[in-house]
């Protein structure tokens, strides 16, 4: 009996089809994957392949941005109905009212967008370049949106006066100060390294500050033997695989169920009858490809 990896390497060759994987999907996904990596690795992952067929496991967005990157090429979404929560929380509607209103600002936007929403944008920026990117900007008038918590971490950083959208992941959101204070309790020793997108005052509490790949890096070089981690589960899996002898705590309610819903088994349905093709219009691919390019460019 043929099992569900070796059917998905199988198809996997004979489509010349690509597996990305963010770090917060299923072990099991992880480990079906030719790159597994943050938001930037794999948008430039997307960008830079020859393969015909991009199977991105991760939510929606992802699979929009690998499209933009990658107009010619085929990319499938496993599940195409895992949306990013904060996503949801600014519409291309919205950023079309918010120009009428306000001329003269420019928008930066996180990647956790739709290819909607994008389009209105005139930069994006991922968890790990959003410092680079505000400072690259020398605007007077700037909108972040839609992570307040990333947008106000980066107007602290840089010193730049920003205009925060009310957009937040509520993953990270729910992350508070007592449930840190009491994991420093639990291990008194461990480092703490957190994501961008948690709240101001979880960040004064961490030794670090960095996107999922970032804190991936950052466990491999620090000295210490045990860190708090301050973002979603699914990144324990690559921590720990990655980091023999080492141990890593999570805030144990920090789960995005929709990173969780590809699977092996939509992998191979998604490579064997082509279901969850990402279709957008050429008015989207065209307009919405710009701030994502100049983001890649300055990277
Ligand atoms: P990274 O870009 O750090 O991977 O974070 C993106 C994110 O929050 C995906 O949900
Ligand atoms: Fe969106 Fe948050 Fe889930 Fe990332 S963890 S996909 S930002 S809801």
């Not at 602290?156 to 309790?185: A, E, Y």
């Amino acid at each position: 009996m043929v099992s569900v990896a070796e059917r998905i390497q199988r198809l996997k060759k004979e489509k010349n089809a690509v597996i990305l994987a963010h770090n917060y999907t299923l072990p099991e996904v992880q480990d079906l994957a030719d790159y597994v990596g943050d938001s930037l690795g794999l948008s430039m992952e997307a960008s830079k392949t020859d393969a015909d067929i991009i199977v991105f496991c991760g939510v929606s967005f992802m699979g929009e941005t690998a499209k933009i990157l990658s107009p010619n090429k085929t990319v499938l979404l496993p599940e195409p109905d895992a949306h990013c929560a904060m996503a949801a929380m600014c519409t291309g509607d919205q950023l079309r009212d918010f120009k009428e209103c306000n001329p003269g600002f420019l928008i930066i936007g996180y990647v956790n967008s739709s290819a909607e929403a994008k389009k209105e944008m005139d930069i994006c920026c991922t968890s790990s370049n959003a410092v680079k990117i505000v400072e690259s900007v020398k605007w007077n008038d700037i909108l972040f949106v839609p992570d307040k918590n990333l947008g106000a971490y980066a107007s602290s950083v840089t010193g730049v006066n920003i205009r925060l959208w009310d957009g937040f992941c509520p993953i990270h959101q729910g992350i508070t100060v007592s449930q840190v204070n009491s994991l420093k309790k639990k291990h008194p020793r461990a480092l703490i390294l957190a994501h961008p997108e948690c709240r101001a005052e979880v960040l004064e509490l961490a030794d670090h500050v960095g996107s999922t790949e970032a804190i991936l890096k950052m466990s491999k070089t620090l000295n210490e033997k045990e860190f708090i981690i301050l973002t979603e589960v699914g990144m324990k899996y690559r921590l720990e695989k990655e980091n023999p002898g080492k141990m890593f705590f999570f805030p144990e309610s920090a789960v995005c169920t929709t990173m969780k819903m590809p699977s092996p088994e939509s992998i191979l349905r998604a490579l064997e009858h082509g279901t969850g093709e990402v279709i957008l219009s050429r008015d989207i691919l065209e307009k919405a490809r710009n701030p994502v390019q100049k983001m890649i460019d300055i990277k």
